[in-house]
């Protein structure tokens, strides 16, 4: 059986997207996105363990009788995930500061366990490395969608910190909108973070809605086209 | 959340949605008035630019929700919350303050919901506590009162620029509440009969000579709108009766019990927005309880709120707060407390039919 891996990768980043559709894994999503910086570390924290979890349950996705798989799904991801927290906080302490203890607590990420269940325990290791990649980048784009929205609106900057958090090379992407901004103290609240997601989840139905209404538009020219001529 | 179809009879009247907010904008309109005089030209650019940003707001919501948008804007419902909104501001606030508390009333506070008559909160008050949280500089500069072509009030071109671009010079205008004033006193371990002399006369409290929100100063004012409303039957009597009994009642009580550290039932019913609270945004129909127990019970737990924050919370004023907590209520109230029906118990059970009205069964008339 040949994977689609076009179709795994579409549906990480947008059809089967772990917050826009699945709306797994919102408690980091609230907690860690004030800023896109932190939007971006979380994300790549939770693509790599996402990654290295798939791979290893593929794995030995047939070792694993089917009466216990969630405890050992969850000791291997508990496994990989104090090797990433130890791993952040040797080389990327500053981020480690920031994201303190929710890199822990990727352990009962929603979104980990999930893509072990669905995918990773039934399906080989390359396509379910290719599904923990996409999905991964998948959550990477939407925490910092999520929060650059709401950076800009409660603070009018862009990737703050970003050379503190990710190096010196990042420097280039830290941005000041408005100079003297007073700030918007309730869109870096939790209250905030929903209302931000409320409507980028709007946003993304409208614009599926208007995909669907063009592409069925675009059959009937096309059924049009095709039958004129039998008409004739 | 009275606006659920009901079972028959159907009484006809001539109430509509637009003819209900032309009275409550009539009953508003003095206070409103009395405000712009009282504050000068920026508080009318204030009211100006809040209206103008629930309308806007209003009619791109209809339009992206595919609704008719002239009927619905032009009902009146979007004026009348921008409007109250406007009155809950500082009266010196800048243009942003509006255009923001108008997208977050118009937009998060209703039409999210699916317009109006669907809406949990109030959406003037939830955008009020929305700017209370997000801005608590500008939300919190009070102004001494300076009243139109006075001496000391700005003209219409500097209130051009005091609307456009803040105000330059904040601490030669500001002053604080005087429930601001209180609470900061109190924090600082003095007394309130130190406190109060100089600082609060109750008849030019209820005149409304003093610094607060655009429109919440005039109580007496606000208090006859109210009344009128009453008795044009806009609203019944329960919330705003039992929402200022329960302050008196409270305030009264603490006051008895040690009026050095608790201000008398007077200071409490004629400052802030209580009045304006009372009469014109806890008795929303759309948010409070539908039949007259849940309604007494909704102004009684807004008294309650409001008395608790004023005294013991984070804030010198909690109208906005305990009226949106308070709406957060309002379905278990309506859930708990329901009409009786008709012909049954309040257990459900039916009545019994009284001897009088057992009639013979039919065919057993009286000719035999």
């Known amino acids: 059986m040949s994977e689609d891996y076009r179709g795994i990768f579409t549906d990480g980043l947008w059809r089967n997207n772990v917050v826009f559709a699945q709306m797994l894994a919102l408690c980091p999503l609230m907690a860690v996105t004030t800023t896109a910086t932190n939007g971006l570390g979380m994300?790549?924290?939770?693509?790599?363990?996402?990654?290295t979890s798939n791979i290893v349950i593929a794995s030995c996705r047939d070792l694993i009788s089917q009466e216990v798989r969630i405890p050992v799904f969850v000791l291997l991801i508990a496994a990989l995930v104090s090797l990433a927290d130890m791993a952040i906080n040797a080389w990327l302490h500053e981020l480690y500061k920031v994201l303190g203890?929710?890199?822990?607590?990727?352990?009962?990420?929603?979104?980990?366990?999930?893509?072990?269940?669905?995918?990773?325990?039934?399906?080989?290791?390359?396509?379910?490395?290719?599904?923990?990649?996409?999905?991964?980048?998948?959550?990477?784009?939407?925490l910092m969608l999520l929060g650059g929205c709401r950076e800009i609106l409660g603070s009018a900057t862009l990737f703050a910190h970003a050379s503190l958090l990710l190096g010196d090379g990042f420097a280039f992407l830290e941005t000041t909108l408005i100079p003297k901004y007073k700030g918007f103290l309730l869109m870096l609240l939790p209250p905030g973070g929903f209302l931000v997601l409320g409507f980028l989840l709007a946003g993304k139905r409208a614009a599926e809605r208007r995909w669907?209404?063009?592409?069925?538009?675009?059959?009937?020219?096309?059924t049009g086209v095709q039958q004129s001529p039998s008409a004739a | 959340m009275s606006l659920f179809p009901t079972s028959a009879p159907h009484a006809h009247a001539p109430d509509s949605v637009p003819r209900l907010m032309g009275l409550v904008l009539l009953a508003v309109a003095p206070a409103t008035l009395y405000g712009i005089v009282l504050f000068g030209w920026p508080a009318l650019n204030l009211l100006l630019v809040t209206i103008l940003a629930c309308l806007l707001c209003e009619a791109v919501c209809l339009r992206l929700a595919g609704h008719a948008v002239r009927p619905f804007l032009l009902d009146g419902s979007a004026l009348l919350t921008g409007v109250l909104l406007a009155l809950s501001l500082p009266p010196w606030a800048p243009w942003w303050i509006g255009a923001v508390g108008g997208f977050f009333a118009i937009v998060i506070g209703k039409q999210v919901f699916g317009g109006i008559g669907q809406n949990i909160f109030n959406p003037?008050?939830?955008?009020?506590?929305?700017?209370?949280v997000s801005f608590p500089v500008e939300m919190t500069l009070w102004l001494e009162p300076r009243p139109l072509f006075s001496s000391h009030a700005p003209g219409f071109l500097e209130s051009l620029t005091i609307t456009l671009g803040g105000i330059s010079d904040i601490d030669a205008v500001s002053g604080a509440t005087i429930l601001g004033h209180i609470r900061t006193e109190l924090g600082m371990a003095r007394e309130l009969g130190q406190i109060l002399p100089g600082h609060y006369q109750a008849g030019t409290a209820a005149l409304g000579w003093t610094g607060g929100s655009l429109g919440e100063t005039a109580d007496l004012l606000v208090l006859l709108g109210g009344l009128w409303l009453l008795w044009?039957?806009?609203?019944?009597?329960?919330?705003?009766?039992?929402?200022?009994?329960?302050?008196?009642?409270?305030?009264g009580g603490f006051h008895g019990l040690n009026p050095e550290r608790f201000a008398s039932p007077a200071v409490h019913l004629l400052s802030g927005s209580l009045m304006l609270g009372?009469?014109?945004i806890a008795t929303d129909p759309v948010t409070s309880p539908t039949t007259k127990l849940g309604q007494l019970i909704f102004g009684a737990g807004c008294g309650a709120l409001v008395y608790i924050i004023r005294t013991w919370g984070g804030y010198p004023e909690g109208v906005a707060f305990a009226v949106v907590l308070m709406n957060a209520a309002t379905p278990l109230i309506d859930h708990y407390v329901r009409p009786r029906i008709y012909g049954r118990t309040w257990r459900g059970?039916?009545?019994?039919?009284?001897?009088?009205?057992?009639r013979p069964p039919v065919g057993s008339g009286e000719a035999e």
């Open chain 2, 232 to 251: 044009r039957r806009v609203m019944t009597w329960h919330v705003p009766v039992a929402l200022l009994a329960t302050v008196l009642v409270l305030a």
């Open chain 2, 124 to 132: 003037a008050m939830l955008a009020r506590v929305a700017l209370l």
């Open chain 2, 278 to 280: 009372a009469f014109f």
């Open chain 1, 43 to 51: 994300g790549l924290a939770t693509t790599g363990v996402l990654l």
């Open chain 2, 349 to 358: 059970q039916s009545r019994p039919v009284p001897e009088r009205a057992k």
């Open chain 1, 101 to 142: 203890l929710f890199i822990p607590l990727i352990v009962v990420n929603c979104a980990v366990l999930g893509r072990a269940e669905v995918f990773a325990s039934k399906r080989p290791v390359f396509a379910s490395a290719v599904d923990g990649l996409a999905m991964g980048l998948g959550y990477t784009a939407a």
């Open chain 1, 212 to 222: 669907e209404r063009r592409a069925m538009g675009r059959d009937k020219t096309k």
